[in-house]
């Protein structure tokens, strides 16, 4: 009966702000039609903003009670799959709309024409031919005389990016923080204190990088950039330090990426903002403004790269499985905005050739580092099954079986299960990566296997993971 009750009342709530939006809207553009002052029609526009954000919130609503209701059955591990499959699709979309526009802008920026058939008021201009059309495109010195009446604002995008990324920091890691967010090895916290560390730490690094970049230093870019990795690398190192691997990069990216959607939220639009109602009184904007803004928007841009390896290498545990996981961050980090580099450098039509392999170089470096021994000590005996299929009922199918005993796991992970002799086998190549290799399995080595546990599964797959 609870649920009926309650869904009822979310779905009228929903109904309720959705058909205020319409009504707003309408009401703007009936304003906007009998040319009424911007003051009264951007009322209406404000009051379509709350409508709007109450329909995100009913949904969200609706989120949390399902949540509460199917938790603790077996439904609860399913609603976050698909949870996770919405946020991140959600979060993939708005990221390429940003980068996308970052790299855009970025080359346009870097591609204007600055000298033929410049007017005054101008800095440059960009002919461009695009989909089966030419586009001819201006940039303004500081801003033009009037402001025109639809001015494109790019925003949401890097809003939505970083609260879809927010979002599923929660469904992956902290809504299950145990498993996945602590490594009792590394550090062993409550989960309450290590979101609390996760989240402030979002909060300490943008307020140093923020003083960092209105302090003296910003005029110095080679000091300010070298300064800017040291504590990048700082943070890695501290991540790796607190959390599991896994989590520890993921943090790491999301650092960086609060630190990209800070740049906009509190450096880049309020001082297009600021520029524009300067322009509207007649007063001429403040172009140090503008300088500021595309100084931070610049930043962002060599964050794009070294952000997306982040994302990207939680599918790949010889990454984050190193011994060193924080020298392999801090040496991608380097080698991706390297690449950057060499691109903007060559938009810019400065063919500086060596920044392209000295970068490369820096990351075929992280793979020769992470590579596993090449001789490691040769096996003697023969191996026999009973021995591996004993180490992996002991040490792995308290979670990867059909029917599992961790007291987290309910559901085998990834649908790996070692309930047959023949499952270990077909698996035998992923095993050798994730015990023998990486070492990331078990995770957080919760069930306490031993190095020569791991050698015993390392010469049975070598001496060709025969059953009998
Ligand atoms: C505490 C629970 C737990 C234990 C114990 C555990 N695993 Fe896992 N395993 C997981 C989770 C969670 C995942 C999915 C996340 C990941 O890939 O890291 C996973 C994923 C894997 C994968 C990757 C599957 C894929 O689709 O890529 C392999 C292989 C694996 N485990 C092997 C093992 C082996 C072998 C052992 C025993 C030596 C083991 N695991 C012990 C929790 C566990």
């Given at each position: 009966m609870l649920p009926v009750i309650v869904y009822g009342i979310l779905a009228f709530l929903l109904g309720f702000f959705i058909y205020f939006t319409y009504q707003f809207r309408a009401m703007e553009k009936k304003a906007e039609s009998n040319e009424m002052p911007e003051e009264k029609t951007s009322v209406f526009s404000g009051f379509y903003g709350y409508a709007y954000a109450g329909v995100l919130l009913v949904i969200v609503m609706i989120l949390f009670a399902t949540w509460m209701f199917v938790?603790?059955?077996?439904?609860e591990g399913h609603l976050m799959e698909w949870m996770n499959i919405v946020v991140r699709l959600m979060h993939i979309t708005f990221g390429i709309a940003w980068i996308g526009a970052s790299f855009y802008f970025v080359f346009l920026e870097n591609a204007l024409?600055?000298?033929?058939?410049?007017?005054?008021?101008?800095a440059g201009n960009l002919w461009a031919v695009h989909g089966g059309g030419f586009y001819y495109l201006e940039k303004y010195k500081v801003a033009p005389k009037t402001i025109p009446k639809h001015l494109h604002w790019f925003k949401y995008e890097a809003y939505f990016t970083w609260l879809s990324g927010f979002s599923l920091l929660f469904v992956v890691y902290y809504f299950n923080a145990k498993a996945q967010l602590i490594d009792t090895n590394i550090l062993n916290v409550s989960s309450l204190t290590a979101i609390s560390i996760g989240i402030g730490s979002f909060i300490v690094a943008w307020i140093i990088y923020d003083l960092l970049c209105k302090?003296?230093?910003?005029?110095?870019k080679v000091a300010f950039t070298i300064i800017g990795f040291v504590l990048a690398t700082g943070f890695a190192y501290f991540y790796t330090h607190v959390f599991s691997a896994r989590a520890a990069y993921i943090h790491f990216g999301a650092m960086i990426g609060t630190l990209m959607a800070g740049n906009v939220f509190f450096v880049i639009i309020p001082s297009q903002k600021a520029m524009v109602n300067a322009a509207k009184r007649g007063v001429p904007p403040d172009g140090t403004l503008g300088k500021k803004a595309l100084a931070r928007s610049l930043h962002n841009n060599y964050f794009t790269l070294p952000v997306l390896f982040v994302m990207v290498s939680?599918?790949?545990?010889s990454t984050f499985g190193f011994d060193y996981p924080w020298a392999v961050l801090a040496a991608i980090t380097l080698g991706t905005a390297g690449v950057k580099h060499y691109l903007n450098l060559k938009e810019q039509g400065?063919?500086?050739?060596?920044v392209l392999p000295i970068s490369v170089i820096i990351l075929l470096a992280v793979s020769f580092v992470t590579?596993?021994?090449?001789?490691?000590?040769?096996?003697?005996e023969e191996v026999k099954f009973t021995d591996v299929q004993h180490i992996i009922q002991q040490?792995?199918?308290?979670?990867?079986?059909?029917?599992?005993?961790d007291d987290i796991f309910t559901a085998p992970p990834n649908g790996?299960?070692?309930?047959t002799p023949n499952d270990i086998v077909k698996l035998k190549d992923k095993i050798m990566q994730r015990v023998?290799?990486?070492?990331?399995?078990?995770q957080n080595n919760k069930t306490g296997i031993t190095p020569e546990e791991r050698n015993i599964i390392r010469c049975w797959i070598e001496q060709g993971a025969k059953v009998e």
């Open positions: 938790k603790g059955t077996p439904w024409n600055r000298t033929e058939d410049v007017r005054d008021e101008l302090s003296p230093l910003i005029k110095y939680n599918h790949f545990p400065k063919y500086t050739v060596w590579a596993p021994a090449k001789n490691p000590d040769a096996c003697k040490r792995c199918m308290t979670c990867h079986s059909s029917k599992p005993t790996v299960v070692y309930d023998v290799i990486t070492k990331t399995m078990p």
